[in-house]
């Protein structure tokens, strides 16, 4: 079943800015006020609340079609790991990558060990549906075992220079960190 498109009646400015808006702020790590002063560059004259109203009622609608994208057996999987801190507890977030940046999904786990990656693998698997062409990893030796025994025939590379997409998905986590 299809949707019906969400209406933009009612709204002083046009679609392509409301839309624009959306875009930006949840395809970026940015702000509300940061979003304003980017729409002010161009010309655009909102506010962060007004910009927050559009988030809160076309967001949905502009997250699912920002994540849809159909998996296909040509993919290359970049998986990584990072430590980061929960109510003063370490804890690893491991998160998988597609060759396009687009992240595949996350899960916060107490170990770091092969245990831990067969159940990232597994959920990987689960969610796309059919392997990857390739799987780019660092050099953890977690990630070896449990594609052995999960998903033999992919191809596996370990390599720090190649893992950059993954590890670039982590920034805006990081900055979080930062700030907090």
Known sequence: MTEPPISYKRH?????IIAHAVWLYFRFPLS?????????????????ETVRVWAKKFGPDYV??????????????HLDEVVITINGEKR??????????YVLDEIVQ??????????????LLRK?????????????GSYGAARREIMPKVEHR????????????????RKRERAM
Request: with cysteine; net charge positive.
């Open 12 to 16: 002083r400015f046009p679609p392509q």
């Open 32 to 48: 509300l006020r940061l979003v304003e002063e980017l729409l002010l560059e161009r010309g655009v004259l909102v506010s962060y």
């Open 64 to 77: 699912r079609r920002l994540k849809r994208k159909k998996p296909s057996r040509q993919d290359i999987w």
């Open 92 to 101: 690893y977030l491991w998160r998988a990558v597609d060759q396009d940046g």
């Open 110 to 123: 107490i170990r770091r060990d092969t245990r831990a990656a067969k159940r990232l693998l597994e959920r």
């Open 128 to 140: 796309q549906g059919c392997p990857p062409k390739r799987m780019i990893t660092d050099k953890l």
């Open 158 to 173: 370990q390599h720090k220079g190649l893992n950059n997409r993954a590890e670039n998905s982590h920034v805006p986590i």
